[in-house]
């Protein structure tokens, strides 16, 4: 059974003895004939090329990070990296977005160097479509991961997922690295955005619709694409809030909350996982046969290929200090399970792992196992057979379909978390004055992964995109005024935004955040800069009705501006649709219904998510007030006004292999239609282990009409309630528990 409490080197080095002896399920369960074949008329050097995965600066003009423009493939390092290296994968793009075209024939000129040599394989190609293709011109860019969970439809998710691994084919691109799986519960982290949130439930439901969309029922259909499930596991959980730092996670902790969504997405098919780039309990997970094999392959079943994120490999002796060099790097590394490594700037890895292998110190069935599973995938993508697509086909790239659906999911992703005396919506011929630095700014409104890794360089944003201020201004028919105020973080024109606003009726104001992930991303506190403080202090002394519009990488301390805004909205990153969307809710032509898919904190030393324990909210008084954030998970208004009646349970006792059965009516007290996520939580009132005080066991987002009421029925398995006990087992204890929907509760019994 796989425990983190095992002693690292004692179970590593036993593994290590004994590994050639062992064979996991997951291995055979992807062999066939095809690829049997295949790997025994492969050479150790070939072999090891299938597990290498380089960065496309390695065969492109010019030098790594500073290529030649415009860019063009180097056929002599091309030839080179297949002939004589013989790589399996290539990712990456060379800087910024590529048109289309220039995709196609890059992965033409790869795929017809790779399907020309010896045994025939072709390349896999990967990139990280995070919100859409976003390193392709003109392709569909989607809100991102944390606003897709903000609209609570894993509908719409799907729907993106789809459109974003169509247009990924379109571009000649079968491998996309996403979803972000890692669960969201440390809002310092600098990747806050490219999760779905805190909590477990809401995750696994969206994770379930992101890999159907992504995969389908059939990888090999040239709209789909192999996901990869990000980072496995715990990387989302850094003790610091910094990027790739160590996080230390308890085995319960473990299993209950980080591991959930990874389970899901291998029961959907998933094909491929990235690992955490951290270390957990003092172990980096690249060195960990104990999470990598016993736990992912062995206990999940997982048979698809494992691959580093970048240099991570490397990083086990120059950051971690577990090997001398990258040689013992190499072997811990693939002794522990690892396929493929993104080294991915030279050929390290492959040097090392040929020699080791030569030398016996990495038996050659271990690199078989590997091929194994990275030529399974190929195969289940239909590489293997039409390694070049027919780009003709793709004619709904960019399409106003696709639009579309990225228009509707920055709608139903924005949330209205503050409508003091109803001042929204607004009226078309209101005068606004637009300002802060989040209003005239594609890279902000889009964030990082856009066009360039970090997002910062306007000069590839999408020709036609609307930013807050140009949607704004095109839907209005009063006068709009632009005036920045304050950039991020300095004062900016701040007279003439104070003259604008004296002249407009309402402003609005979007305060934001520097596009930035991974290292890059890491803050140093939560506040909002002063900059944008003092821009929103300075304007509520105009006594104008203030409409605050928050466009932030995680959720920033905002109560200094809390008090000074009469309404406020959060935009997450809401792609390149986020502007129209914006407008739209403003002047009331479609109803928000985003829900938080996270807790907002009031206070920087208070970041408890809403499923905290009983014992963790003592005030000084030891009192139990002390869970007091800006916004708890869940939470988000609409322009209706919706009540909650008449729960109605199929009976309220139930035994272990039971369903709760229960409806619930909602009423629309309002003229306007609205959508509204019934948000179901169970409390378990005594456990062995200290329950949370309420958790997320089911959700369901309804258009309700005006003045009506509807019926909504929902069916739980009692399996649902069930909680990782002190043996790290999943169990639903007998006892009493509390169901709460809305404002309604009830009581039930499990026997």
Known sequence: MFTLKTNYLLGFGIWLLLYSCQTSTSESSNSDSDIESL?????????????????????????????????????????????????????????HTYTRAHWQEIITEIQTKAISQGNKIPIIY???????????????????????????????????????????????????????LDIGRQPLWSRFFETYGEDVFLAKKMTQACIRGYQGTDPSNPEKVASCMKHFLGYSTPLSGKDRTPAWIPERQLREYYLPTFEKAIQENALTVMINSGEINGVPVHANQLILKNLLRDELGFKGLAVTDWEDIIKLYTNHKVARDMREAVKISILAGIDMSMTPNDYSFNRALIDLVKSGEIPESRLDESC?????????????????????????????????????????????????????????????????????????QN????????????????????????????????????????????????????????????????????????????????????????????????????VLVMSLNRPRILQSVVAHSNAILHTYLSGDFGGEALAQILFGKTNPSGKLPFTYPRHTGSLLTYDHKYTEVFDKDFGKTGFNPQWEFGFGLSYS?????????????????????FSVDITNNSEINGKEVIQIYVSDTVASITPSVKRLRGFNKKLIKANTTETIYFSIPISELAFVNNKNKWMVEPGCFILNVGNLQKSIIVE
């Open 447 to 546: 964030g990082a992964w856009t066009h360039t890794w970090q997002g910062l360089d306007s000069s590839y944003n999408t020709k036609g995109a609307k930013t807050f201020f140009q949607a704004i201004k095109e839907q209005s028919k009063g006068k709009v005024l632009y005036s920045e105020g304050a950039t991020l973080t300095e004062k900016s024109n701040l007279k003439e935004t104070i003259a604008k606003a004296k002249l407009s009726e309402v402003i609005v104001l979007c305060v934001g955040e520097l596009p930035g992930t991974e290292i890059p991303g890491n803050i140093e506190d939560l506040n909002l800069p002063d900059a944008q403080i003092e821009l929103v202090t300075e304007l509520s002394k105009i006594n104008k009705p203030i």
């Open 372 to 444: 194994r599973r990275i030529l399974w995938v190929k195969k289940q993508l239909g590489l293997l057979e039409t390694p070049i697509p027919d780009f003709e086909y793709y004619e709904k790239f960019g399409s106003k379909e696709h639009q579309e659906i990225a228009l509707n999911t920055a709608l139903e992703s924005i949330t209205l978390l503050k409508n003091e005396e109803n001042i929204l919506p607004l009226e078309e011929n209101t005068s606004i004055l637009v300002c802060g630095p989040a209003a005239n700014s594609l890279t902000i």
């Open 39 to 95: 790997i025994s008329n492969m050479s150790i050097e070939e072999k090891v090329g299938q597990m290498t995965q380089i960065n496309i600066d390695v065969i492109s003009k010019g030098e790594l990070y500073n290529l030649e423009v415009p860019h063009q493939l180097d056929s002599t390092k091309l030839d080179s990296a297949i002939n004589h290296y013989y790589v399996g994968s290539i990712l990456n793009v060379g800087g």
């Open 641 to 661: 006004n919706f009540s909650y009646s008449n729960l109605v349970l199929s009976k309220s006792t139930f035994n272990q292999d039971d369903t709760l059965s």
């Open 126 to 180: 990967g990139i990280d479509a995070i919100h859409g293709v976003n390193y392709t011109v003109d392709a569909t860019l989607f809100p991102q991961q944390i606003g897709q969970a903000a609209t609570w439809n894993p509908e719409l998710v799907q729907q993106a997922a789809s459109v974003t691994a169509y247009e990924c084919r379109a571009s000649g691109i079968p491998w996309n690295f996403s979803p972000v």
